[in-house]
């Protein structure tokens, strides 16, 4: 099939050919101005993209060629060209970054301070505001170092909804913005909560809880050897997360500079050394977990799709196992004791534990002994 246009970006440190059908000469040149800032004009990748698309009015296949999106010619249709490209990349960069669903900015004053909330939660508004005083790094995915958790910037067009009309993309300059390609590690975790007549306020978010709202961002952590530890490092050099209740992104700047304390505690543990593997006939194992961490009393552990907070008995019972291979019901009730104390229920709390355990697909059912 015919490219009538080409646009070439070097971005997140990728390069990045879109290829466009005849027809779609009007989209590939508003795509251009779009990521003007990132174009690749001297066309120094162009042999060799990491990262080519292609994009058809008709969405009639090309064989062997790069894949093919249809887009609908219209007022979204640069929009839908960012996100295919987004998607690309992260499947480009998966296991070798930490990604997640968050905006970026270098703040002048706050540092480096990462926004984070589902589609719809208002991202790239509050990207916007705070990129005004800064430098602007993404209003949609962050791609973190595993090592040093710097950020790696991929400062996208900023995309964003007027009225109910369809989502738009929007240049940096048409916006006032100035990008930057990488920061430190960010400063500040931002969870946002944005909603209508809301008493603008901050509170602080429990390392536990902010764990599973990040993997909850993320279509791969899981992919990232130790990335629990390194978002506990991260979220432990900020003091901890922080929830944004407010109305409107512009308050957010101001609000941020007024911090609430740290929440006492907040120590936490890597558990290494774990005990997993299909446990003999009659003995209670675990199913292998990618990490686990101890954090706010409780254990989180790291799952491919998920992460989970243990608590309670449920979360000794799990480090029982972890820590001493398998068992049967009378020793893990046994050891459960020894760390809990006594209790006259202790083999009905720990048979409960067991039970929500297994239906969590982190012990394995058991295998009664065979005859014979």
């Known amino acids: 099939m015919r490219t009538a246009r080409s646009v070439h970006v070097l971005v997140a440190g990728t390069s990045v050919q879109m290829d466009f059908a005849p027809g779609h000469e009007d989209l590939a040149d508003e795509v251009e101005a779009l990521w003007a800032h990132v174009v690749d004009r001297d066309r120094t990748v162009a042999a060799s993209p990491a990262i080519r698309r292609f994009y058809t009015p008709s969405g009639v296949s090309r064989g062997g060629g790069p894949e093919i999106q249809s887009v609908v010619p219209g007022a979204g249709a640069a929009y839908a060209v960012s996100g295919d490209v987004t998607v690309a990349l992260i499947e480009h960069l998966v296991g070798s970054r930490i990604l997640l669903h968050a905006g970026v900015v270098d703040h002048d004053s706050l540092g480096v301070v990462m926004v984070v909330g589902e589609s719809g939660a208002g991202k790239s508004?509050?990207?916007?505001?705070?990129?005004?005083?800064?430098?602007?790094?993404?209003?949609?995915?962050?791609?973190?170092?595993?090592?040093?958790?710097?950020?790696?910037?991929?400062?996208?067009?900023?995309?964003?909804?007027?009225?109910?009309?369809?989502?738009?993309?929007?240049?940096?300059?048409?916006?006032?913005?100035?990008?930057?390609?990488?920061?430190?590690?960010?400063?500040?975790?931002?969870?946002?909560?944005?909603?209508?007549?809301?008493?603008p306020h901050l509170e602080r978010v429990p390392h536990a809880e902010a764990l599973l709202t990040l993997v909850g961002q993320s279509s791969s952590t899981w992919t990232v050897p130790g990335a629990l530890t390194r978002l506990l490092e991260l979220l432990e050099h900020g003091g901890g997360a922080v929830r944004a209740h407010y109305t409107e992104a512009a308050d957010l700047p101001g609000m941020?500079?007024?911090?609430?304390?740290?929440?006492?505690?907040?120590?936490?543990?890597?558990?290494?050394?774990?005990?997993?593997?299909?446990?003999?006939e009659s003995?209670?194992?675990?199913?292998?977990?990618?990490?686990?961490?101890?954090?706010?009393?409780?254990?989180?552990?790291?799952?491919?799709?998920?992460?989970?907070?243990?608590?309670?008995?449920?979360?000794?019972?799990?480090?029982?196992?972890?820590?001493?291979?398998?068992?049967?019901?009378?020793?893990?009730?046994?050891?459960?004791?020894?760390?809990?104390?006594?209790?006259?229920?202790?083999?009905?709390?720990?048979?409960?534990?067991?039970?929500?355990?297994?239906?969590?697909?982190?012990?394995?059912?058991?295998?009664?002994?065979?005859?014979?």
């Open 256 to 280: 941020l500079e007024s911090l609430p304390p740290v929440l006492p505690g907040g120590r936490w543990e890597a558990l290494n050394g774990l005990h997993a593997s299909l446990p003999p």
């Open 125 to 199: 508004t509050a990207t916007l505001a705070l990129g005004r005083e800064g430098r602007y790094l993404t209003d949609e995915l962050t791609i973190l170092d595993p090592i040093d958790l710097h950020v790696t910037a991929y400062p996208k067009p900023i995309s964003r909804r007027v009225g109910t009309a369809v989502k738009r993309d929007h240049s940096l300059a048409e916006l006032g913005l100035v990008h930057n390609d990488t920061a430190s590690r960010p400063d500040l975790v931002v969870f946002l909560h944005r909603g209508a007549d809301i008493e």
């Open 283 to 372: 003995r209670i194992g675990l199913f292998p977990v990618r990490e686990a961490v101890a954090v706010d009393g409780g254990i989180v552990v790291l799952d491919p799709g998920r992460a989970l907070h243990l608590t309670g008995v449920v979360a000794v019972v799990w480090h029982v196992l972890a820590e001493n291979g398998p068992l049967t019901e009378d020793e893990v009730i046994a050891r459960v004791v020894d760390v809990l104390g006594p209790h006259p229920q202790a083999a009905e709390l720990v048979d409960d534990a067991l039970t929500w355990l297994r239906r969590e697909v982190l012990v394995p059912e058991l295998r009664p002994l065979t005859s014979g």
